[in-house]
């Protein structure tokens, strides 16, 4: 190669790299898109309140995009310049692991940014199962094997990986009937299709005072002020038991990392105004805003737990 085309090599290189730089010195410029799933879940109501939020600090318009269940793998495909988010659950790094050939690995794909919020499971059954609490619970479903059905929604998420956890851990023979989704879960619950499911606390306490369904423990390792006088399915005969839902942003791999911690300082400063801190509260969510670097080894933790489980679709 000769002088002029090293030349023109490093000009080229040069105006990529300045052209990088002011980018990212200039983020964002343009309307920022956070992708959710279906419109009305925990990870839509999580994007649209930190979406106004977000517009005023930075300075741009910032929607929610509500795509289903193509919403991880369109992110995953997007441009990594951080302007097409997703805010997901648990399936967002688990689905893989339970469905092997998904079109996406969560720590191949995504560049996390932070699990903005977290809610606890809660174990409820329908009103005529002849329980008063966990204990009793084990006990039906030991002396009835393979009779007693629980609901779970999406792969993947805190209903599903709840019931699996719980089967292997008390050694419970109880089978899972899948639904579309939580909503449709609790629905057959307290039409009594199934005897009882792990749905997200804040969905399902509603319901719990309204007497429509009966709330066995909260999955939490604490108890949780936001469920008062409900206690843990861990203090309550199985020991060590925790599921919870988070709900998370990422942008997709190779973002760089200075966008990704703009971002992450932006949400968390909106979470915890607080407006979005009261409302989340009143929804029965707690705000987490972890690092990027916490909310990577939380991913990592959590997919090797599932592994251990061998659930497998």
């Given at each position: 190669?000769?002088?002029g085309?090293l030349?023109?090599?490093?000009?080229a290189?040069?105006?990529?790299?300045t052209?990088?730089?002011?980018?990212q010195?200039?983020y964002?410029?343009?309307?920022?898109?956070i992708?959710?799933p279906?419109?009305g879940?925990?990870s839509?109501v999580?994007?649209r309140?930190?979406?106004?939020?977000?517009?005023?600090?930075?300075?741009q318009?910032v929607?929610?995009?509500?795509?289903?269940a193509i919403?991880?793998?369109?992110v995953?495909?997007s441009?990594p310049?951080?302007y097409t988010?997703?805010?997901?659950?648990?399936p967002?790094?688990l689905l893989?692991?339970?469905?092997?050939?998904?079109?996406?690995?969560a720590t191949?794909?995504?560049?996390?940014?932070?699990?903005?919020?977290?809610?606890?499971s809660?174990l409820?059954?329908?009103?005529?199962?002849p329980?008063?609490n966990?204990?009793?619970?084990?006990a039906?479903a030991k002396?009835n094997?393979g009779?007693?059905?629980y609901?779970?929604?999406?792969?993947?998420?805190?209903?599903?990986?709840?019931g699996?956890?719980?089967?292997?851990?008390?050694?419970?023979?109880?089978v899972r009937?899948?639904?579309?989704?939580s909503?449709?879960?609790?629905?057959?619950?307290?039409?009594?299709?199934?005897?009882?499911m792990f749905?997200?606390?804040a969905?399902a306490w509603s319901?719990?005072?309204?007497g429509?369904?009966?709330g066995?423990?909260?999955?939490?390792?604490?108890?949780?002020?936001?469920?008062?006088?409900?206690?843990?399915?861990?203090e309550?005969?199985v020991?060590?038991?925790?599921?919870?839902?988070?709900?998370?942003?990422?942008?997709?791999?190779?973002?760089?990392?200075?966008?990704v911690?703009?971002?992450?300082?932006?949400?968390?400063?909106v979470?915890n105004?607080p407006?979005?801190?009261?409302?989340?509260?009143n929804?029965?969510m707690e705000v987490?805003?972890?690092?990027p670097e916490?909310?990577?080894?939380?991913?990592?933790?959590?997919i090797?737990?599932?592994?251990k489980l061998g659930?497998h679709e």
């Open positions: 190669m000769n002088s085309h030349a023109a090599c490093a000009a290189a040069l105006a990529l790299f052209g990088t730089a002011q980018s010195e200039n964002p410029s343009k309307v920022i898109r992708v959710a279906a419109t879940g925990g839509d999580v994007g309140m930190l979406a106004p939020g977000l517009s005023a600090q930075l300075g318009q929607i929610v995009d509500n795509r289903g919403a991880s793998e369109i995953a495909k441009p310049d951080g988010l997703l805010v997901n659950g648990s967002m790094w893989p692991v339970v469905r092997p050939g998904s079109p996406w690995d191949r794909d995504f560049a996390p940014i932070t699990i903005a919020v977290s809610s606890p809660m409820v059954v329908h009103p005529s199962v329980v008063k966990v204990r009793d619970l084990i039906l002396r094997p009779k007693l059905n609901a779970a929604g999406t792969l993947g998420a805190a209903p599903h990986l709840a699996e956890l719980f089967k292997a851990m008390t050694g419970v023979n109880v009937v899948p639904y579309k989704g909503g449709p879960g609790l629905l057959g619950v307290m039409t009594g299709e199934v005897e009882f749905p997200g606390a969905s319901y719990v005072k309204q429509k369904l009966k066995l423990a909260i999955c939490s390792a604490q108890p949780s002020a936001l469920f008062p006088g409900v206690p843990t399915v861990a309550s005969g020991p060590g038991y925790e599921s919870v839902s988070p709900q998370a942003l990422v942008a997709p791999a190779k973002t760089p990392a200075a966008i911690n703009r971002l992450h300082q932006e949400i968390v400063r979470l105004s407006e979005v801190k009261e409302r989340l509260h929804g029965g987490v805003g972890n690092t916490q909310f990577a080894q939380a991913m990592r933790t959590d090797t737990r599932v592994r659930i």
